[in-house]
Structure formats: structure tokens, C-alpha cells
């Protein structure tokens, strides 16, 4: 790992007056959720209808649903949180801005600015160990803020001899104009422009103030072909996911419907009969009696999978989720609190823990697939205690330190972000082949060892 250690101390060597501690903060509440408990009814305690108060308004969302079930009836879970979240004219990643201390939720990259520092080094360290390509296409999937894929930028910066040679770009994959805008101005301040046509597959293009080309997009499929290291942070979480629960007569399909005693409340319901997506999408040999699946995330890391096969390159995906253990992990939050996934669709965000055993079953054999790790191992792994001593060594400031110590514990304590957020990636199989040894007499120079894959393996200071 000597070349991974050798980056930490290139990126990390400047001041600490350098450091942006007014993105830390030590009281915002971690974006963990209380354990989830298993139910055994449609209508768990945990998703209990709207209340009163909360319909008092009545939301234009919840008149757009309560018009589709009745003309179509119940729909999926999935179906509902792509209408609550994704919904162009009302959804909530749409019209809102969901992110930061007055948000809903707050990320890790706005908690520290060391997290998205680290997961640069290991994006230069795969970019090396890949024999450093010509081209570097940085590829985030729901950039949020912007503040991560920015905190990456700043480390090839710091990195410019080592990665000077390739040529790099950021594209990101966003479907919420309001944070497209957002990002835009954390990533190229007034240097952008909206594409003329709605066809456009990039519907806005910039670049930051040392050049990079950064393009917008709101599909991966039209993010151009060419070797990516692909970063998903709290993006998986977020996707539709259809809900199962075992029944005497079979698996069946938990639905959304509208409360017959209130046509102004929606409630769960299990369907009568067997759906094609409890047909299909249940495994022959699951044990579990309540499964999430999201059959938009195995499609998506299909198609990381294929791209990294055929174009070369890396994911890493980093989200809270299970590995094939969870049952009923959807939730709603608002806020900074947890929020009935039913009352006043899409005023709060949803979001359901990933199934990363799902993840490694979609993408195939054609890519090596290493994690899930805690949170709190991979950022030790990446060397996040030796850069916090840096740091407090060098501030004298009582309250930057104290900023500096609470963001440490939000990223790796254990109750809170450091166990509940996990670490997964996809590698090109070359990444970890083992160097052929010679036959015979015939002498052959040996192919360099592979270098470890930072993260995943534990660092030596």
C-alpha cells in the first residue's frame, strides 16, 4: 500500500487553514434510522396513515396518486416512491432542496470535507492501478450539493504531477434541476450554460476554474463511453424499491391504497394474488418473511458492470444498506426526523437500506465486486486517523478543533454513521489478477503484483 500512503501524504500536505470547517458542524443529528422492526401486516406502526394536521393542506401529490389508484388501483411501493421522489412537476427531488442543516437530511460530504478528500486519493490510486489511462472520467450518480465530486477535484489538483497527464472530466447524472443548479455553483460558479433543446442528452455544461469540463446528464446511459470511475453516495438508497411479504399462499406484493373510512389517507395492503414483480423478483431460496428489492438499482449496477468490462474503470458505491439480512427498511425523513412514508407524499424523502448481496447477484461474474465494509473501516483503511492528527496538530483554534473531533465521530462512530453506512465496489477482473509465472526454462520478465485496493485493505503508517 505504499503507493496509496504516498498519495495521502501529497494530497494532505497543505495547512490546515486550508480546511473548510465551516462545512462541519456538531450538532446535526446523524442520518442513521432507529433499527428496523420486523411487521407482520401491511400496516406497521413504523408507516402509520397521514394524520389530521398533516391534511390539512393536502398536497397536489397526494390528489395526483388518489386519482391514479382509483382509476388503476393500488399501486406498488416502487411505484409510489418513483411518483413521491422522481414525479417532474411535484416530486421532491424535483422542487426541493432537500440537503444541509435546514434540509431534510444531511451527507457526509457536507459533514467533513476530509470524507470526500479520501475517496479522491482512492479514486487517483484505481485510476493508477487501472496503468493510468489517458482518460479520466470522474461519473457521479445524484451529486448532491456538489460538495463531494469538488472535494475530489481539489486532490487531482493537489495530485497534478501524478495525474497531470490524463485528461479529466466530471459528468454527472442528475434528475432534480434545482440541484443541478446547486452543483453547478459549488462546481463552476457562473461558468454554465443550460442546453438550448430538451433533447439534449447534456442539458448543461460548464467548467471549474482550473479547466475541467463538467456535463450534466440525466441518464448513465448517455454519459459517453471511455474508461469512468463511477462514485454513487447515498444514491442507491433513494431508488424505488418493491416491497414482498410471505403469506400462507406465497410470496405477495405489498401495495399502496387509499384508507377506505378517509379518502384523504393512504394505508398498505398486501395483494390478493401473486404480481409479476413477486413472481419474478423474490429468490427461489429466501428465507427472510419481508424482502425490499429495487429492480432500478440491480439495473443500474448492471450497467456499471458492462461499462467496466468493456471500457475499463471502477464504482464505489456508499450507502446505508444490509448485506441480504434487512426486512422493512423503508422510511420516510423530514426534517432531520422520521417521517409516516404516507402522510403528505412528497414533502419528505424515502428511502429504504440497500441490499448489497442484490448489487453483487446483478452485476455478474464479468466484474469483481469487493465490500460491503463499514463505513468507519474504510475510512480507516484510507487513512482518515493519520490525516485528523495532521490536522488537530496543526490548529490552535479551540473551536475548529472541536468541529474537527465531532465530524470525525459522525463519519466512524460506531452509533452512528460509521457502521450504518457501508462501502461496495465494482473492479475490472484485471485490477486483481495475479501476475503468470514463467514456464520452463524460458526466462520472463513478471508483471508488477497488482497494488491493493485502498479501502478494502487495511493501510500500514
Not at 191 to 197: G, P, V
Not at 278 to 302: K, M, N, P, W, Y
Not at 363 to 382: E, I, S, Y
Request: neutral net charge; contains cysteine; hydrophobic residues 40%.
Amino acid at each position: 500500500m505504499k503507493v496509496c500512503q504516498q498519495l495521502l501524504s501529497r494530497a494532505f500536505s497543505h495547512r490546515v487553514n486550508s480546511y473548510a470547517v465551516s462545512r462541519t458542524t456538531s450538532d446535526i443529528p446523524a442520518t442513521g434510522s432507529p433499527k428496523a422492526g420486523r411487521w407482520s401486516s401491511a400496516q406497521s406502526a413504523s408507516f402509520c396513515s397521514s394524520s389530521a394536521e398533516d391534511r390539512k393542506a393536502r398536497p397536489s401529490m397526494l390528489k395526483h396518486l388518489s386519482s391514479k389508484i382509483r382509476s388503476t388501483g393500488p399501486v406498488s411501493v416502487s411505484e409510489y416512491m418513483k411518483e413521491v421522489l422522481t414525479n417532474p412537476v411535484t416530486g421532491y427531488y424535483v422542487r426541493k432542496n432537500m440537503l444541509g442543516a435546514d434540509g431534510d437530511f444531511i451527507t457526509s460530504p457536507e459533514i467533513s470535507q476530509v470524507f470526500g478528500e479520501l475517496l479522491g486519493v482512492w479514486i487517483v490510486s484505481e485510476w493508477m492501478g487501472a496503468g493510468r489511462p489517458e482518460q479520466l472520467q470522474l461519473v457521479e450518480l445524484g451529486p448532491g450539493r456538489g460538495s463531494l465530486a469538488a472535494d475530489i477535484l481539489r486532490v487531482f489538483s493537489q495530485l497534478q504531477s501524478v495525474v497531470g497527464g490524463a485528461s479529466v472530466s466530471v459528468h454527472l447524472v442528475e434528475v432534480s434541476p434545482a440541484l443541478s443548479r446547486l452543483q453547478a455553483e459549488t462546481l463552476t460558479g457562473k461558468r454554465n450554460m443550460e442546453a438550448s433543446s430538451e433533447d439534449d442528452p447534456v442539458y448543461r455544461q460548464g467548467e471549474t476554474a482550473a479547466r475541467v469540463s463538467v456535463s450534466w446528464y440525466r441518464r448513465l446511459e448517455d454519459v459517453p463511453a471511455a474508461f469512468s470511475i463511477f462514485v454513487a453516495h447515498e444514491f442507491f438508497d433513494a431508488l424505488p424499491v418493491h416491497k414482498f411479504q410471505r403469506t400462507e399462499k406465497g410470496w405477495r406484493e405489498v401495495l399502496v391504497d387509499i384508507e377506505p373510512a378517509d379518502p384523504d389517507r393512504l394505508r398498505f395492503v398486501v395483494a390478493p394474488t401473486p404480481t409479476l414483480a413477486s413472481s419474478t423478483l423474490v429468490q427461489a431460496d429466501e428465507r427472510r418473511d419481508h424482502v425490499e428489492v429495487c429492480a432500478e438499482g440491480g439495473v443500474i449496477v448492471q450497467q456499471l458492470a458492462r461499462r467496466i468490462e468493456e471500457e475499463g474503470g471502477a464504482a464505489l458505491i456508499a450507502d446505508y444498506g444490509h448485506d441480504g439480512t434487512g426486512t422493512d427498511t423503508l422510511r420516510g425523513f423530514k426534517g432531520h426526523q422520521l417521517h409516516d412514508v404516507l402522510s403528505t407524499p412528497g414533502s419528505a424523502d424515502l428511502t429504504a437500506d440497500v441490499d448489497f448481496s442484490f448489487l453483487r447477484r446483478m452485476a455478474g461474474g464479468g466484474v469483481a465486486c469487493l465490500g460491503p465494509v463499514t463505513q468507519r473501516m474504510f475510512l480507516k483503511n484510507m487513512g482518515i486517523d493519520v490525516r485528523m492528527q495532521v490536522l488537530l496538530r496543526n490548529c490552535s483554534d479551540p473551536s475548529t478543533r472541536k468541529q474537527l473531533i465531532s465530524s470525525y465521530d459522525m463519519l466512524t462512530n460506531p452509533s452512528k454513521m460509521g457502521e450504518r453506512f457501508h462501502f461496495f465496489s465494482l473492479l475490472h477482473p484485471s485490477r486483481l489478477a495475479v501476475p503468470k509465472k514463467p514456464q520452463g526454462l524460458k526466462l520472463e520478465k513478471k508483471s508488477p503484483a497488482p497494488l491493493p485496493v485502498a479501502g478494502f485493505t487495511e493501510l500500514g503508517f
